[in-house]
């Protein structure tokens, strides 16, 4: 079984800074996707980024990127020139691949808080 | 992008009947959905996973009778409760996954259930 861990339940940061959220992962499977979910207190779950597990390029969205180690099962998220509305939960997932069906499985972590103070 | 509608937003009922989440992808097909169930300020726990024209996939620990899937169409998938408690009080979120889409999940808004 997949178990992805994020370390930080809050982090805080002042606007236009930068932060970065981390995360690890264990697994056995070789083949797989990492996503970083945003959760405002809307409840809507919002995709930041993806990574594919293949693809080495580490993924890059605008002001968010990530540091994706594959070997160290690490996939942490920075957020540059952070803003008011970047405040909300933020959740790794870690997607297993069911072959057969090209769909996939989704495990969370347990989130990091993250308030950007003006 | 692509929408998920989720519906109801909030439901309130009384303990021991049954209530009923509607998730709807607007314009795509979703070949398969997922239902998650989270408490305040946790994690995502995966329910179940549903596919068009089969029986859902139930996560070790989820009352298949407790919790009725039917993904009866490309297009919507519905989550009942059944014979509802207190205990079943949550917040439940579906996402849905098209053809061809590499893999991204597309999540409704959510469905807040409290019982009663």
């Known amino acids: 079984a997949q178990t992805v861990t994020q370390s930080q339940p809050e982090m805080s940061v002042q606007e236009a800074e930068t932060v970065t959220l981390s995360c690890t992962y264990d697994?056995?499977?070789?083949?797989?996707?990492l996503f970083w979910y945003k959760q405002p207190p809307s409840r809507q779950m919002i995709l930041v980024i993806r990574?594919?597990?293949?693809?080495?390029q580490n993924a890059t969205e605008n002001r968010f990127s990530v540091n994706f180690q594959k070997a160290a099962k690490s996939f942490s998220l920075k957020i540059s020139d952070s803003q008011l509305g970047d405040t909300a939960m933020y959740f790794c997932?870690?997607?297993?691949?069911?072959?057969?069906?090209?769909?996939?499985?989704?495990?969370f972590g347990d989130g990091t808080t993250l308030t950007v103070k003006p | 992008g692509a929408v998920v509608s989720q519906h109801p937003s909030w439901v309130i009922c009384k303990s021991g009947t049954s209530v009923k989440i509607e998730c709807r992808s607007l314009d795509f097909q979703a070949t398969t959905m997922f239902w998650y169930r989270q408490f305040p300020k946790q994690s995502l726990m995966l329910m179940a996973t549903s596919n068009e024209g089969s029986k859902a996939t139930y996560e070790q620990g989820v009352e298949k009778d407790k919790f009725l899937i039917n993904h009866a169409s490309l297009t919507l998938s519905t989550l009942t409760v059944t014979s509802a408690h207190p205990e079943d009080s949550s917040f439940y979120i579906c996402?849905?996954?098209?053809?061809?889409?590499?893999?991204?999940?597309?999540f409704g808004a959510g469905t807040r259930l409290s019982v009663l």
């Open positions: 697994t056995s499977e070789n083949n797989y996707y």
């Open positions: 990574q594919e597990a293949y693809k080495q």
């Open positions: 997932a870690f997607m297993k691949l069911f072959y057969n069906t090209n769909a996939g499985k989704s495990t």
């Open positions: 996402s849905a996954e098209g053809r061809g889409d590499k893999n991204i999940q597309y």
